[in-house]
Nanobody
């Protein structure tokens, strides 16, 4: 059974940092492009970042470029999202997702293979 387990969320002041972790099990992790999405209250889920199977290609939502960094460790079956200079508008539930297609398809967020349960990130202004 495939599981994606997010952790690392919490409450942080604006300007602070958090690192989210997504631990994958039950799949050949290095064969999956991975991504992070978020959903704020009353809003639709939106793409945040994606990384290719090798880790060489990444994509970002424009509003997080230069502040967030996605990375992966295929030996540990883990993908990370380092979030710096957090803003109030980054407050959301953050979800990890994986798909066997290229990373640009993960960026599209459509019919992805697997999703995690989410972790809450709250940024206080």
């Amino acid at each position: 059974q495939v599981q994606l387990a997010e952790s690392g969320g919490g409450l942080v002041q604006a300007g602070g940092s958090l690192r989210l972790t997504c631990a994958a099990s039950g799949l050949t992790f290095s064969s999956y492009a991975m991504g992070w999405f978020r959903q704020a209250p009353g809003k639709e889920r939106e793409f945040v970042a994606a990384i290719s199977q090798s880790g060489r290609t990444t994509y970002y939502l424009d509003s997080v470029k230069g502040r967030f960094t996605i990375s992966r460790d295929n030996a540990k079956n883990t993908v990370y999202l380092q979030m710096n200079s957090l803003k109030f508008e980054d407050t959301a539930v953050y979800y990890c997702a994986g798909d066997s297609r290229p990373a640009y398809r993960v960026r599209d967020g459509v019919e992805l293979d697997y999703w995690g349960q989410g972790t809450q990130v709250t940024v206080s202004s």
